[in-house]
């Protein structure tokens, strides 16, 4: 059945030049360009978009809704009354799959612990760790689908998922056995990432762990094909460069590409290293030089800022979106989800570009949508844009422009949700 979106209000379409590449500079805020103005209509036949024109001549071309409000036998019409329709949110740094309750470390950062003090303490990834490695993996799923819920709710169609909570081989592949029963559970499109080198397990001194990650844990997960990428914590006081560069090289072997936690706490040369190694994104990336980020952007590594990990450790969130659109260097936005970011929503971070940070709508949405799905899919394959012979991932707002995307803070602004031409979510919003 052909299903036929009608009657739309601003279209961010997003489509411009080469698709599965990112936007850059001063073109993210090209609304001429990436937008169609209201009265356009959107057809959808086998998952894929198949036309995009005038929406009274789409509705007389495929349907008799005009003349009796009701839809020809192969012909599902969907009316947006004018509301705006954005491509499917991209969350592409995300750690879905966990147990546990770290709350009580707010409290201690507030008495003015770091994170690292908090780690010694017994807080942190360990904590998480001890308590996931408890949780069978039936909880685990059951956990994640509920977040994948809430996530779609928001509007998120795609999101990359990490491992990185169990610090040994069998919980590893615990997690990422939940994640692939997560993706075949539900709508969205998970992309599963092995996050074995978030820490070091108690149980382990460095040598010994990084010699299972690369003998024991990375053949295993290989062989099930469990995971797309490899991710690596590079940062000081966890994983030294020497040690992140030697796992992503052996990880190459076995056909996974990489995407790295770099330069959170300080600028210790990670993005650097990311783009050495050829790694799809360097993620954090908040005290990396402008060197690097140059560097970084003609080089094909996303720079991936995560703006919602400042937020809840209640520390500036100075990043230089303003320069990186200057200069023209690329970067995309993700939620970080984990125990200690639990925001699962793109659009409350959205708000935070937007409302605190000077970004504006439309650079914020395409910071959440093309650039991130440039680092996931390619081709004809590519989600994040609204493109005739492309995946119809698409959201129908409640505001009549795009630009109400990320103005509501602490609620959706999505009103229907499509995913691969399929209706999988509808709210009452606004």
Known sequence: MKTLIANCGEIAHLSTGEKDQALSGHEMNNREELIYPKGYGILIENNVI??????????????????????????????????????????????????????????????????????KKGGGIKKTVESTRKSNIENLVDSGLARVHKALINGTTSMEVKSGYGLNLENELKILQAVDLIKNQQTVNIHPTWLGAHDFPNDKNRKEYIDE????????????????????????????????????KESKKFGLGSRLHVDEFIDSGGLELATELGSVSGDHVGFSSDSARSTASESGTMQTFLVGTPYVLNKEINLPFRKCIEEGWKFSVATDFNPNCPIISIPMIGSILTHRLSLSPLESLIAVTRNPASTIYSGKNMRG????????????????????????????????????GNIVNQNKVY
């Open 213 to 248: 990650l690369v003998n024991e844990q990375l053949p295993k997960i290989s062989e099930k094909g469990l995971a797309n990428w490899v991710d690596v914590f590079c940062e000081p006081g966890w994983y030294s460069a020497e040690e992140t560069e030697y796992i992503v």
């Open 385 to 420: 844009v609204i493109s005739e012979g492309y995946f119809a991932d698409v959201n129908i707002l409640w505001s009549d422009t795009v630009d109400g995307w990320c103005q509501t803070p602490g609620s959706t602004p999505v009103s229907l949700t499509i995913i691969n």
């Open 50 to 119: 198949e036309k995009i024109d005038d929406s009274e001549s789409l509705l007389h071309e495929y349907s008799n809704y005009l003349d009796s409000k009701n839809t020809s036998s192969n012909v599902r019409v969907i009316d947006a009354f004018g509301k705006a329709i954005v491509p499917g949110f991209v969350d592409s740094h995300n750690h879905l799959v966990w147990s546990g309750d770290r709350t009580n470390e707010l409290s201690m950062r507030q008495h003015g612990m770091s994170y690292i003090d908090i780690s």
